[in-house]
């Protein structure tokens, strides 16, 4: 359980000091560079999501001995290591969210009517997907969609890498 908790949070750790570079390059205040910061954001999300599974598996493999160490351990320490980022996830966001970019619900809905208006949509559609955005842009909201992304994205991680760690018994059990 150690070695998902150390990955799981060193996860956290990479995300949330990219996070703090972004803001203070103004990719979560200014509603023109948002996309690029929502972008960069979800790549280096990725990145760090995959290295450290892949690294947190493989030390848990390290970890096992010479044993086998099937599919499924190593499924399961990568879920683990997904599931302790996330819940790290969640107190970095709401810390984040709550008291460096308290505003960030409304850079988003100005981003929104910006490339609407580019778009030429009507005034009323606008204000009908303003009004959606500012419904489903709470903090609440916000910490739910990381989490479950992180899950998500996590266990997809794991199907993938948990193919190429797993490792046969070097030798045959005995009957």
Known sequence: MKTPLL?????????????????LLGYWNDPEKLLMGLAIGMVCTLAALTTGIVLGTRRARAEHGPGEFTYGNAYKNGIMIALFAAIAGILFNFLFFKFLVPD??????????????????PPDKIEEAVESMRAKGTLAAQLRSGFVSTVVLG?????????????????PPLA
Request: hydrophobic share 55%.
């Open 7 to 23: 990955y799981g949070f060193g996860i956290t750790f990479v995300t949330g000091a990219i996070t703090l570079i972004a803001q």
């Open 104 to 121: 960030f619900a409304a850079t988003q809905v100005e981003w929104m009517r910006s490339l609407m208006e580019k778009m030429n949509a």
């Open 155 to 171: 266990a997809i991680i794991s199907l993938i890498t948990s193919a190429i760690i797993k490792r046969k018994a070097l030798e």
